[in-house]
């Protein structure tokens, strides 16, 4: 099976650029994360989509981030304008569960993508 | 909202001893309990998990522990090898409307010495 699919895996770039992240997640999950990791802040949450739609996005650092997921296969986190301090691993996880009331979250993780803005 | 806390920061054990690595949580809404294992260069990978409805569940070499009275929970890795050496975060999670929500511990930096 093929689990949860990031490209770029590295990103090098300069201030002020556009960067898009994107993710494939595993065929069949119906909940998406976007997690940024940093040695300081650790795992953070970005957004999260249930059934394409995005739920959550209040870890959403600012307004150069944006988010979207047009259909259940396909993800993309952009930073615009890009800034030194947007340097981090970020991992998209796929779950099987929609977090309603009655289940627990699964999350699976890509092998992330390591950004580095100049 | 919640805080996880992990303990410790880094481990070092001779292949063959056993690695406990310990976490707190701060509400008592949460009772779904994951472990990750990061190798570099890679994902956190999902590698056991336990659920409030019981207080400990084995798998091989790898056991976890939960405790909510005291709100903490263990990982135990028995019997370490060389391929165990990878960074392990604990998370918790509450049930309901935000059971999505998984916030994780600081990591544990695990180096088995062969």
């Known amino acids: 099976d093929a689990g949860v699919i990031q490209s770029p895996r590295h990103e090098v770039t300069e201030m002020g650029q ?3 992240l994107r993710c ?9 994360f976007w997690y940024r990791q940093t040695m300081m802040r650790g795992l953070e949450l970005l957004i999260y989509f249930n059934n394409n739609v995005p739920i959550d996005d209040s870890g959403m650092p600012e307004d150069r981030f944006s988010a979207k997921m047009p259909n259940a296969s396909f993800s993309t986190l952009k930073i615009q304008p890009s800034e030194p301090r947007d340097s981090a691993v970020y991992f998209c996880a796929s779950s099987p569960r929609g977090g309603d009331s009655s289940s627990y979250n699964e999350q699976f993780f890509g092998p992330g993508t390591r950004l580095t803005v100049l | 909202g919640e805080n996880v806390e992990q303990h410790p920061s880094t481990l070092s054990v001779q292949e063959g001893d056993s690695a406990v690595i310990k976490c707190t949580y701060s509400d008592s809404a949460s009772n779904y309990f994951p472990w990750y294992k990061q190798e570099l260069g890679k994902g956190p990978q999902l590698i056991i998990d336990i659920r409030s409805n019981v207080g400990e569940k084995k798998d091989q070499r790898i056991a976890v522990t939960l405790n909510k009275t005291a709100k903490h929970f263990s990982l135990h890795i028995t019997e370490t090898q060389p391929e165990d050496s990878a960074v392990y975060f604990c998370a918790a999670s509450p049930s309901g409307a935000g059971s999505y929500q998984l916030t994780f511990g600081k990591g544990t930096k695990l180096s088995v010495i062969p």
């Open chain 1, 24 to 32: 494939k997640p595993i065929s069949g999950h119906n909940s998406l």
């Open chain 1, 18 to 20: 556009e960067v898009t």
